[in-house]
């Protein structure tokens, strides 16, 4: 078991860059994907812009995890 691995997420976000929704694309297991959602749903991201006004989107994000030393 790697203490190395990449967990890639389609998330959407509302106008006010809320996350509404996060769901697992490529899964790496062993505990990663649980933590990777965890975060995922605990964070904020900055709204997408159409016409200088917010709203809501869509996107992937690869949420890599690391050891470092």
Do not use: C, H
């Amino acid at each position: 078991m790697g203490l190395e691995s990449d967990v890639m997420l389609k998330i959407e976000v509302d106008s006010d860059g809320k996350v509404t929704k996060a769901e697992i694309i490529k899964s790496s297991g062993a505990g990663f994907d649980e933590e990777a959602l965890k975060a995922v749903n605990q964070s904020r991201f900055e709204p997408a812009q159409r016409d200088g006004q917010y709203v809501a989107a869509e996107f992937s994000y690869i949420y890599r995890f690391r050891r470092q030393r």
